[in-house]
Nanobody
Framework: QVQLVESGGGLVQAGGSLRLSCVVS????????MGWFRQVPGKEREFVSG????????YYADSVKGRFTISRDNAKNTVTLQMNSLKPEDTAVYYC?????????????????WGQGTQVTVAA
């Protein structure tokens, strides 16, 4: 059984930074494409960022491009999302997810395992 545990959320002022981490246990971490999604009440869970199995390719939603950076450490079974220049509209619950297949990385249904989520609140 694969388990994902996020940490690092919190309250920050607009323009500030937060660093989210996700530790994965279970099957071989390097076998998974990893993604970050976020969700606000009443809205669909949306893709934020993704990283390939080796870390050689990264992907971002247009809304976060240039502000967020995803990385992974396969030796530590960890994926990280560095979030800079945060805006109030970045407020959401952020979820880490693992994808085994090659289905579209920006689609929620492509992912096999999910963390419990961590709240990020950006105050204006």
């Amino acid at each position: 059984q694969v388990q994902l545990v996020e940490s690092g959320g919190g309250l920050v002022q607009a323009g500030g930074s937060l660093r989210l981490s996700c530790v994965v246990s279970g099957r071989t971490f390097s076998s998974y494409f990893m993604g970050w999604f976020r969700q606000v009440p009443g809205k669909e869970r949306e893709f934020v960022s993704g990283i390939s199995r080796t870390g050689g390719n990264t992907y971002y939603a247009d809304s976060v491009k240039g502000r967020f950076t995803i990385s992974r450490d396969n030796a530590k079974n960890t994926v990280t999302l560095q979030m800079n220049s945060l805006k109030p509209e970045d407020t959401a619950v952020y979820y880490c997810a693992a994808r085994w297949s090659t289905r579209p990385y920006d689609q929620r249904q492509s992912y096999d395992y999910w963390g419990q989520g961590t709240q990020v609140t950006v105050a204006a």
